[in-house]
């Protein structure tokens, strides 16, 4: 079992910043991949960025409509998952999830609202 506890969202202004978090009960280089998902309302739940092939070293992919803006990053340290998010804009409100892939199956955080105004 893997516990996934995320923080950092609000309520931001266009063009602001913010950093989300998401902090595992597992070590996390003992997962495949970990990733962050958001939805929107009215929409279906998509990939934002993702982090695979976490036991060798980590490799990182992000959707194109975040590309240059947002960034995904492990603290191994800390056990913890960070999105880091800049130039938010108004389509980037939603609610984000954390996700983590093991051999058995994939696990969710409790979801986190980031809420852009323009």
């Known amino acids: 079992q893997v516990h996934l506890v995320e923080s950092g969202g609000g309520l931001v202004q266009a063009g602001e910043s913010l950093r989300l978090s998401c902090t595992t009960s597992?070590?996390?280089?003992?997962?495949?991949?970990m990733a962050w998902y958001r939805q929107a309302p009215g929409k279906q739940r998509e990939l934002v960025a993702e982090?695979?092939?976490?036991?060798?070293?980590?490799?990182?992919n992000s959707a194109d409509s975040v590309q240059g803006r947002f960034t995904i990053s492990i603290d191994d340290a800390e056990n913890t998952l960070n999105l880091q998010m800049n130039k938010l804009n108004h389509q980037d409100t939603a609610l984000y999830y954390c996700n983590a892939k093991t051999l058995s199956r994939p696990y969710w955080g409790q979801g986190n609202p980031v809420t852009v105004s323009s």
């Open positions: 982090m695979t092939s976490i036991p060798g070293g980590g490799r990182s």
């Open positions: 597992e070590r996390i280089f003992l997962l495949n991949a």
